[in-house]
């Protein structure tokens, strides 16, 4: 019902920068929550940061003041700007949705594919 389609991944040189960007589709009544998650390897898949419909942010520590969370609520985008990029931000990064179906009904939880972000010399 819902799709999370993720683009803009690639390798970089460390202090470079990407722009990640998710678009939603199908059929549903709202987005609340879009957000970013990341999973390196042999590491547990975290936060990397969210932004409400309101517009309300939220980042890990580890990217504060270096990426940048963005959406756009009439075209149920998320984007993600990473600057200064580091290789351990190395990963494949997630979008993720908490969207209601239908007027008043639960939210659930929906994931994109991945797109994969590697930061090397």
């Known amino acids: 019902q819902v799709h999370l389609v993720e683009s803009g991944g690639g390798l970089v040189q460390p202090g470079g920068s990407l722009r990640l960007s998710c678009a939603a589709s199908?059929?549903?009544?709202?987005?609340?929550?879009m957000g970013w998650y990341r999973q390196a390897p042999g590491k547990q898949r975290e936060l990397v940061a969210i932004?409400?419909?309101?517009?309300?942010?939220n980042d890990a520590d580890s990217v504060k003041g270096r990426f940048t969370i963005s959406r756009d609520n009439a075209k149920n985008t998320v984007d993600l700007q990473m600057n200064s990029l580091k290789p351990e931000d190395t990963a494949v990064y997630y979008c993720?949705?908490?969207?209601?179906?239908?007027?008043?009904?639960?939210?659930?939880?929906?994931w994109g594919q991945g797109t994969q972000v590697t930061v090397s010399s």
């Open positions: 993720n949705a908490l969207v209601v179906l239908r007027y008043a009904g639960p939210t659930y939880r929906y």
């Open positions: 199908g059929s549903f009544f709202s987005i609340n929550a």
């Open positions: 932004i409400t419909s309101g517009g309300n942010t």
